[in-house]
């Protein structure tokens, strides 16, 4: 686990990722030697089975943080995701207080949640089963995305629940929640972005976002966001090919 992660996530350290689809260990494996500082593993777009998530964490050797987006914001993928050993989880669309509290109580051990106790990776097998009960709670990072209207109309009252340790702005699904979907610079998509970005920064909560580029990661840097999201895996594989074919046939 890279215990570090959370003290520079809280510190507002500028950390870059890239966001991992593809079912394919190798293609993480050759990624996490970028020198990414986490891996977003996308369970809720990308075709990725349990067993796959975990042989990319495997695969990325301690490199880059794991970070995992959940399929949905349900209990028996909080447990089931965190026992594959990730670094932290990332609920997706949060939309209210209520929504924070029950997963903040399904990521936590008693006495603070009511996590279910096995064995698996996370616990080294077994091997670290105390060690890992004892330092699980403060160790693991919890992210919420905000990625819905209603989830900014309830900014407020959602970063006021303690526990998590980071928002994540899902510009998306967004404007798509506000009908103009896919029109992220719409003024009124980048409006509800910035009352995000401004609640959390005003509370000393560290915020992220999606953005599928370096230009954008950059801008977003600039405007306050420590925790960026850089482009999908299979976005970078495409284009690069893309280039190189169209390189090659304009001679």
């Known amino acids: ?44 777009h990308g075709a990725l089975s349990l067993e796959r998530v975990q042989l990319i964490m495997q695969a990325t050797g301690g490199r880059c943080a794991n970070l995992v987006r959940l399929p949905s914001n349900d209990s028996v993928w909080i447990n089931r995701v965190l026992d594959t050993g990730c670094d932290g989880i990332i609920l997706p669309h949060v939309k209210t207080p ?3 509290k029950n997963a903040l109580e399904a990521c936590l051990y008693p006495p603070l949640g009511s996590r279910s106790i096995g064995t698996g990776r996370a616990q080294n097998y077994g091997m670290n089963f105390q060690e890992y009960l004892a ?17 900014v109309k309830n ?32 003024p009124d998509v980048q ?4 009352s995000v970005k401004e609640a959390c920064l005003n509370k000393n909560i560290p915020v992220g976002i999606f953005t599928s580029d370096s230009k954008g990661a950059i801008s977003a840097k600039q405007a306050g966001y420590s925790l960026l999201g850089v482009g999908v ?3 970078y594989l495409w284009k690069s090919a893309k280039q190189t074919v169209e390189e090659i046939k304009s001679i």
């Open 191 to 194: 409006k509800a972005i910035d």
């Open 135 to 151: 330092t699980a709670n403060e160790n693991i990072v919890i992210i919420l995305q905000i990625e819905d209207i209603d989830a």
């Open 98 to 100: 209520l929504d924070v």
């Open 155 to 186: 900014i407020e009252s959602i970063i006021d629940v303690p526990g998590f340790d980071a928002i994540l702005i899902g510009p998306f699904d967004l404007s798509g929640s506000m009908g103009l979907i896919g029109q992220v610079n719409h």
């Open 1 to 44: 686990m890279v215990i570090n992660f959370k003290q520079r996530l809280k510190q507002f350290e500028t950390l870059i990722g890239i966001v991992i689809k593809l079912p394919c260990s190798e293609t993480a494996e050759a990624l996490s030697k970028v020198e990414f500082d986490w891996f977003w593993i996308d369970m809720e």
């Open 233 to 235: 895996d299979s976005t």
